[in-house]
């Protein structure tokens, strides 16, 4: 059994402090910035694409070839539906009780659900236009991707639950695929893949900074009583 210690009272004295310092800042500007890249899209041209949209779509359109419409087609599955939005999180939120991880595991949960919340929530405000040479069938509403801030704020969660370099890396590279497969596939203009990482991120880290010392204290007491799931490697070593 875990030991009845707060795992805030396990967190080093400089995690209890981050509350009080960067990511709310850093959220709350990213958070910021998503909501004033949507409010000049709308306000410049009605929501018009950007001269930047333009050109990357026209340089998509132009190299449009099978395999890369496979890639964004499973991104896609991926990113949306069953998978993208019961599959994958629970999944996840399984993998993190398993690790004695409940602090983790409601971080994660909260995080998914305020970033789908707020994409929904943006849509409806900014109402842009998607595309007219869309490959996939979509929603009303092109500002913010919801693929991509799904795919950012699960990056950036698994990133602070887990900071490993790897972990960082990996997370980086699936939300730039996510980007580039939501473009190719002719879903969203360039700057709305923009707005979903700006705001998946946002959500991440101001979620994260009230929680920071619980989450780090937990993990250092999890790596201290080890999971159903560290002693099934042990033992297969």
């Known amino acids: 059994m875990m030991s009845e210690r ?63 419409e496979y890639l964004s087609l499973t991104m896609n599955f991926l990113g949306a539906g069953i998978a993208g939005v019961i599959v994958i999180p629970v999944l996840i939120l399984a993998f993190l009780l398993l690790l004695k991880r409940p602090w983790a595991a409601g971080y994660f949960l909260a995080a998914t659900i305020v970033s789908s919340g707020l994409v929904q929530v943006l849509k409806s405000l900014f109402g842009r236009a998607r595309p007219e040479d869309m490959l996939v069938v979509s929603d009303f509403g092109s500002f913010p991707s919801g693929h991509v801030a799904n795919a950012a704020t699960m990056a950036v969660c698994l990133g602070i639950l887990f900071p490993r370099v790897w972990v960082w890396l990996a997370g ?66």
């Open 6 to 68: 707060a795992p805030e009272t396990a967190a080093t004295p400089a995690t209890r402090r981050i509350a009080r310092r960067w990511p709310l800042v850093s959220g709350a500007a990213a958070l910021l910035l998503a909501v004033g890249l949507g409010a000049l899209i709308v306000l410049r041209g009605n929501g018009s694409p950007l001269k930047i949209d333009a050109e990357w779509m026209d340089e998509i359109i132009e190299h449009r070839a099978p395999i890369w």
């Open 172 to 237: 980086a590279l699936y939300t730039v695929l996510m980007m580039v497969s939501r473009t190719y596939l002719g879903a969203h203009w360039l700057t709305d893949t923009i707005g979903g990482l700006l705001l998946g991120a946002a959500v991440a880290v101001l979620l994260w900074a009230p929680v920071a010392a619980k989450l780090q204290g937990e993990r250092e007491l999890a790596a201290q009583h080890p999971s159903p799931l560290r002693i099934r490697r042990r033992n297969s070593a």
